[in-house]
């Protein structure tokens, strides 16, 4: 089963049922809520199986709109909304029963050379080869949750951090993956970037985290900066600019070894604390 619910090839590959519509499998859970970042990574190849070869996404917007669940398939309906010379942009809605979970905006670019900067890290990380996977920590502490104690389709290698406001990590694909610049990467980071984003709205409130809080993701939008390899190590940073209104805003970034940014994201979640 660990295999089954590490490998995300099987999720991403859609089944084509008419123009411009697809069926995704959903990933093995141990609870039926879908796990947004698989929506996001399906949509996207739903996207990218109408766009001409030669373009690549550049920026997606997405909004979680209904809570899936794993016991139905996902349709994905794509609109062609414009096919321009430099730039194509699709819609993609996601629908079970009937009913719209999701909906994304995409667009893509023909490949070009430009300008090009960075403001670069504001501290020093450690290496992933200096930290332990999650999972082997999991395993060794006895902590069976649903989350850490399982087999992950990325490894991730959690950074200890001090400021409150802020978590980081290394993740890498398990998997053997398509060659670098493959739209696949982008599909399987995608996938990754919802992983531990809206938790780390949670880090300034610890003290009043528990089970009575009812907490799920409203928007999700990712900037690709630069093409990466998934297979690679890559440093996921998030931190937390503010919480109001019961929604918590939390944004990151993904750097390569090397400290160039790869691809940026931004999200909003509903973080609403139940009443006792």
């Excluded at 398990?174 to 739209?183: D, F, L, W």
Aim: proline share 3%; aromatic share 10%.
């Amino acid at each position: 089963m660990e295999e089954l619910l590490s490998d995300l090839s099987r999720v991403l590959d859609l089944e084509p049922i008419e123009v411009n519509l697809y069926r995704g499998v959903n990933e093995y859970r141990e609870y039926k809520r879908l796990f947004g970042g698989q929506v996001l990574a399906q949509a996207l190849s739903a996207a990218y199986r109408t766009v001409e070869n030669q373009r690549i996404c550049h920026s997606l917007h997405g909004y979680f709109l209904r809570p899936g669940d794993t016991e139905h398939p996902v349709i994905y309906q794509v609109d062609r909304i414009r096919t321009g010379k430099s730039f194509t942009t699709r819609s993609v809605k996601a629908i079970q029963k009937g009913e719209a979970i999701f909906s994304m905006d995409a667009s893509f670019q023909s490949i070009e050379d430009g300008l090009s900067h960075q403001v670069d890290l504001d501290q020093v990380f450690p290496r992933a080869e200096e930290l332990e996977d999650d999972h082997e920590v999991a395993k060794r502490k006895g902590k069976a949750t649903h989350w850490s104690h399982r087999k992950r389709p990325f490894e991730v290698r959690t950074i200890k951090i001090t400021q409150g406001d802020r978590g980081a990590s290394w993740i890498r694909y398990r998997h053997e993956t398509k060659s670098k610049g493959n739209p696949q990467h982008q599909f399987l980071l995608s996938y990754a970037s919802d992983m531990g984003l809206i938790s780390t709205a949670m880090l300034p409130h610890k003290d009043t985290a528990s089970e009575n809080m009812h907490i799920a993701s409203l928007d999700h939008a990712i900037w690709f900066h630069r093409t990466f390899s998934v297979s690679d190590w890559i440093l996921f940073v998030r931190e937390t600019p503010a919480a109001a209104g019961a929604r918590g805003f939390t944004r990151g970034a993904f750097y390569s070894t090397e400290g160039e940014i790869l691809a940026s994201v931004m999200q909003e979640g509903l973080i609403r604390v139940r009443p006792q």
